[in-house]
């Protein structure tokens, strides 16, 4: 697994189920069970819920509850993000997103 992991900091905890690839996670941070993080940041002081799929994001500050993708998303900070919430990008580029999303949505940012 540690191959595949660019950096892992000991104060972050994670679930072994998880796959953790090619992706930078900075403690302290939580990744849930069977979580996806691809190619992608997670920050200091995120928590990422169970089944989360991150993939070519970077994310800090963050909590994500269960079953929430976030997809090609260059940068989302100090937000709270619902069950269920699909958060991909569109071809608008714009920096430093703020949310705070309920369940089940689908947000294109």
Known sequence: MR??????????????VTKIIGSTVRGSAIIGENCFIKNSFIGPFTSVGDG??????????????????????????????????????????????RLTIGDYPIVEI
């Open 3 to 16: 191959s595949r992991i660019r950096e892992l900091r000991r104060a972050s905890l994670y679930e072994k």
């Open 52 to 97: 989360g799929t991150i993939e070519n994001s970077s994310i800090e500050y963050c909590i994500t509850l269960r079953n929430t993708m976030i997809s090609n998303v260059e940068r989302l900070e100090e937000s709270l993000i619902g069950e269920f919430v699909r958060i991909i990008r569109n071809s608008n580029k714009r920096y430093g997103r």
